[in-house]
């Protein structure tokens, strides 16, 4: 899951600073589920931007709509009929996937990005989100088992721990379990430590993000 955060009011105010008009675009995706950018986060929003227009003396009119989607386009054609200048911006509480959608499909329309897309993550508990991915495009937790060095480990270590774990926890931080620490102890109650001494190879980046923007197509979804 992607998970977001809200910018602060001060640094989203900067983007409607002047504007009469705003529509606030929410997503039911993703941050809905980090309670980051669902209907909930929109209606807090908008309230938020109205009270503070209200105190600067300004007549900002701020809408509310929350998409299905904002990465799919055919859940952004809902906006056609609200696009054409009717609005002097819109706010994106979508990962920054959906600000960028939005702004190609309506060219001659203000995009601003309303939420900071963080990590790719899962939930730790309710209201606690930790970064477990890093979208590599190679993915080889099945030789840690089943969790990921690349992504948990502070210094990406394919071949670990380092010197500066202690007691469990990372060196750059206690509140920072040593991944290390917890594949070794994964390996172990599996019974598979014999197979694990050897040394992990330079792990194969090029499906990573360092050889450009990455696209997928399935061709069985084109016939």
Not at 17 to 36: D, Q, Y
């Amino acid at each position: 899951m992607i998970i977001a955060e809200r910018k602060p009011i001060e640094e989203i105010k900067t983007f409607v600073m002047g504007r009469k008009r705003v529509l606030v675009v929410g997503c039911r995706g993703c941050v809905t589920v980090c309670n980051a950018g669902g209907t909930k986060e929109v209606g807090i929003l908008a309230s938020l931007l109205r009270l503070e227009a209200a105190k600067d003396g300004e007549g900002t009119v701020v809408d509310e709509l929350t998409l299905e989607r904002q990465c799919d386009p055919e859940y952004i054609e809902e906006l056609s009929e609200l696009m054409g200048g009717r609005y002097d911006c819109v706010l994106s509480m979508a990962c920054s996937i959906g600000p960028q959608f939005i702004s190609r499909r309506y060219p001659g329309e203000s995009v601003f990005p309303a939420l900071n897309t963080c990590f790719l993550g899962g939930a730790l508990a309710h209201g606690i989100w930790a970064e477990h991915c890093q979208a590599c495009g190679n993915c080889v937790i099945h030789k840690f088992g089943g969790l990921c060095p690349i992504s948990r480990c502070s210094k990406s270590l394919l071949n670990g721990p380092c010197g500066g774990s202690a007691g469990g926890k990372c060196e750059v931080s206690k509140d920072i379990d040593c991944v290390w620490h917890l594949i070794v102890e994964k390996i172990e109650s599996e019974g598979r430590m014999g197979e694990f001494l050897g040394i992990e190879l330079v792990k194969d980046w090029r499906p990573s993000r360092d050889g450009g923007p990455r696209k997928i197509v399935r061709e069985e979804l084109l016939k």
